[in-house]
């Protein structure tokens, strides 16, 4: 990184990180998210094991990983 000689330059070197700091706090915060996400997932398919829950329920939940892109039916027919 380059020293800045000026006021101005510094500055815009503050200013610049300050901006890379909130996109990595966007980008922290979408993490967050996703892990949620997924934890919510594993809980839902923990009840549906858990309560033995028909067929019919797994099947759905299947459906929705695979429509979310979290599951790939064909995959491990390779």
Known sequence: MKIPATKKEALELVSNMYKEIRMLEEVIEGSRLYEETLLEYIREICYLIYFRQPDTEL???????????LYDDMEGLA
Request: glycine residues 10%.
């Open 59 to 69: 099947d759905k939940f299947v459906t929705k990983m695979i429509d979310i892109g």
